[in-house]
């Protein structure tokens, strides 16, 4: 392992960095910014810092707080329905289940309801298991105030996050399923894996055609899928891993066009998450190094 704290943590504190923004983009932005204030204190200076790792941790975070106010205003402006950008992972991810969970679009969906601070908070107690006084010297609170945070941060998710873990085995052969039924233009393939109450959600960020609005129900859902093999003509339905799980993604004569992320409870898919926004595509030609 290097010598030096930012290189040796660099994928943890993009990890922190996403999972407070939802943005690989952005969590790259903030790394560098990190990086620039660790490069300015100098080489003795960084010496004299008894807990790199805890330093450059509060450093992210302040500065993914920064950031946040600047996406908020973005999201307003957000044309139709806005999803996390998803992050290209290995398999090997899935084997640390409270990183991927702590990844998964489900997860992220979720963290989007709390506030900013609530936010940072639950990151890095719930995920990082920051100490109390290091998480409040990284929000600009009082320890207690971290606590009661955390608290409410924690009921907030319970109450929200999926209550069933899925294996990663009846993960993989639901989303078989479901890639071989819009493969094959099934439509009673995708009834069968569908739940009858489930939600898709696709992001075009009114750059490419997607719905504005939620599409609830699986009679109205698993048309609209099993019709992509009739429209969409020169495509393949494709495996790959998403956040830390097993997803697809659509091409559409030979280039990437959407990826879709699904969570599953009971062995039916209950959220499909269709992400086509070309920018946030964009860097899923590399994986993520992601770590705890």
Do not use: C
Request: glycine content about 6%.
């Amino acid at each position: 392992m290097t010598d030096d704290p930012f290189l040796a943590h660099r994928s943890l504190l993009f990890t922190v960095a996403y999972e407070m923004l939802g943005s690989a983009a952005d969590a790259e932005d903030v790394v560098q910014e990190t990086w620039l204030r660790w490069a300015d204190l100098g080489a003795e200076a960084q010496r004299g810092i008894r807990d790199g790792r805890a330093y450059l941790v509060q450093v992210v975070t302040r500065q993914a707080l920064n950031r946040m106010r600047t996406l908020a205003r973005r999201r307003e402006q957000y044309v139709g329905e806005w999803l996390p950008e998803p992050l290209l992972t290995s398999p090997d991810v899935a084997e640390d289940i409270e990183l991927a969970e702590s990844v998964s679009f489900a997860m992220l969906m979720v963290l989007e309801t709390l506030g900013p601070t609530e936010r940072a908070v639950f990151v890095l107690r719930e995920v990082f298991e920051t100490p109390y006084d290091e998480i409040a010297a990284a929000v600009g609170k009082t320890p207690a105030a971290v606590r009661q945070l955390a608290h409410r941060a924690r009921a907030h998710v319970a109450a929200r996050r999926p209550r069933v873990r899925v294996s990663r085995a009846e993960q993989e052969a639901v989303v078989e399923r479901f890639r071989a039924a819009v493969r094959d233009g099934d439509l009673q393939g995708l009834l069968d894996v569908l739940a009858p109450d489930v939600v898709l959600v696709s992001d075009g960020g009114g750059v490419v055609a997607a719905a504005r609005r939620p599409i609830v129900a699986a009679r109205r859902v698993g048309p609209l899928l099993a019709s992509v093999a009739e429209l969409a003509g020169d495509f393949a339905v494709l495996p790959m891993w998403l956040n830390g799980a097993p997803a697809m993604r659509l091409d559409l004569a030979g280039e990437l066009d959407t990826v879709v992320n699904l969570v599953i409870d009971g062995g039916r898919i209950t959220r499909i998450y269709a992400v086509r926004n070309p920018h946030k595509l964009a860097r899923l030609g590399a994986e993520a190094r992601l770590s705890r």
